[in-house]
């Protein structure tokens, strides 16, 4: 198949990059390096089947090459300081790059693959969520500008897919980690991982009792693969749904390193979310998908990579 | 003041048109028509004060002329059937036409005014409706389109608010009435009008005891004008918390014609909402404003205009 990757310089999209030329495909990838890395378009630079493009997507995808058959949308500032640094462009690649996406795929008479997020449900009310929970988000807060981007998203692809017929897919991403992550991209694991590699005290926000759950990016990638196969055009969350405090998360983190380390308890973020689990029922119904990973030996690989490359 | 309209030729910004020119404004009026009245441009196009560009908001606002003081920004399909009819269309509106309003406030220095609406709080589970409550609204049904466009609208408002300065306002309309609504929008009130004035049955959806409240169009207009005044830039419901059954409405209606008429049920459609009702605290606290006009003499005004119209 021919695939084009929106976001193929994130952490996901360098995954998917290398899933699918692994598994015989052609890649496009498409980047502008908003909240990527320029290494990870180097990993495959010299593949025979990958070619990249750095475009904005919010701008167009000036892709002119032969049909494709499935348009992969996962570019997107992604964690809180990336995307409240830059809010607007996060408005803009949810609406515009996601309609530029939709567009492009229906020119083509390809799929396309929204990267949705468990953001979607905000600070639910509902505990597991499952994919008919609507939600709980608040539309000017300072997350507004990716929660509502992303719903914005859901939107225009379900409005894509019944008015203009485009075969669509919607994921609902729960917290995702593993090699390749941004050192700056504020998200807890990234956070321990490298504090307790320079020996410094692990941040903690809050009394740290909010629990999050943590999906391995294998998972995930084989969840996208898996999801592609099958006709099922609403949301379908994939995450782990093994639920962790930030203060168990920090012990583990520091069982991880020989020497002692301390905590530092800050202040809660604005509109930061209480919990969050995914209901994965219905993966496993439609797609026989559950994680497979779990955090004790998934916190071990990205310390491992992170030992390696400092 | 210099103040350019988006929605010129619908059933808000016609009133507004209105008003800013008695008041002695210059008024920049911009539609395509989408849903609205050629009929509503024809009522000012020989006033000295009054331009008209006939544009897709959502494309650019193609304005050239002198410094702004305000745009506002009421375009939208704004019934369920017309936005149902042109989903991408009114998901657009509310992204990109509401970013172009915001870039042109910006480049003139303006201020943004947007009109959002109660449908961002969905199907409550909060009533009456403060604007601390942040909603349940079905990301993926066919309402999304609208609903999750004016939450996004919203978003990115704010995002210009914070992050460019612009001095924004947002105000969330509950359900308005009056003059000049189009005979098929859809809405209950003109439904209702329009088949007593025909001597038709009135078409009641579910078992008719949903709650809705109605504002008239002269007290909407009001608390805009006022809150432009104001620089406050969360949003504001402007509504009136007078409940009725759509049964008590229906019968409202039928004494307002001499003959006896039939109400016929119909079922509800997806995703209506059950209740909606604003609490309107907060537009009193900041502009002293609440609705004036009741339903009573508010559904007579509309009776006349129809009967001297049929
Ligand atoms: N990682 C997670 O835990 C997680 C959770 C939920 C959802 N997601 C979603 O998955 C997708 C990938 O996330 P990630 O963790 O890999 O983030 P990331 O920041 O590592 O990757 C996103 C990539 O998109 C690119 N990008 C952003 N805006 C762009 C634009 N306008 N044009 C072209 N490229 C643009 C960035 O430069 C970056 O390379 C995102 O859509 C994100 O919202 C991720
Ligand atoms: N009337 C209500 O009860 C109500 C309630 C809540 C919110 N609102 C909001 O108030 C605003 C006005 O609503 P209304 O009742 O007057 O609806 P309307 O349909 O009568 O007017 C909307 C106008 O916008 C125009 N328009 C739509 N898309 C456009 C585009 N892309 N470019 C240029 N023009 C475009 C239409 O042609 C129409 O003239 C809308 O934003 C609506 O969402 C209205």
Known sequence: ???????????????????????????IGVDNYISGQVSNTDLFRDHPRFTFIEADVSHGIPYTGEKLDWVMHFASPAS????????????????QGTQNGLELAHAHGAGFFLASTSEVYGDPHVHPQPETYWGNVNPIGVRSCYDEAKRYAEAITMAYHRSRGVNTRIIRIFNTYGPR?????????????????????????????????????????????????????????????????????????????????????LDLPADDPKQ???????????????????????LNRVFDEQKIKS
Chains 1, 2 share one sequence.
Do not use: C
């Open 80 to 95: 809180p300081p990336h995307y409240q640094q830059f809010p607007v462009e996060t408005l803009m690649v949810g609406a």
């Open 1 to 27: 198949m021919r695939i084009l990757i929106t976001g193929s310089a994130g952490f996901v999209g360098s995954h998917l990059v290398e899933r699918f030329l692994n598994e015989g495909h052609t890649v």
């Open 181 to 265: 992550m941004r050192p700056d991209d504020g998200r807890v694991i990234t956070n321990f991982v490298h504090q307790a590699l320079r020996g410094e005290p692990l941040t903690v926000y809050g009394d740290g009792s909010q629990t999050r759950s943590f999906q391995y990016i294998d998972d995930l990638v084989e969840g996208i693969s898996r999801l592609m196969m099958v006709k099922y055009h609403e949301p379908v969350n994939l995450g782990n749904p093994d639920e962790f405090t930030m203060i168990e998360l920090a012990s583990k983190t520091m069982n991880l390193v020989e020497s002692k380390i301390d905590l530092v308890n």
């Open 276 to 298: 969050r689990r995914p209901d994965i029922g219905l993966a496993w119904k439609i797609i026989k998908w559950r994680p497979l990973k779990g955090i004790d030996s998934g």
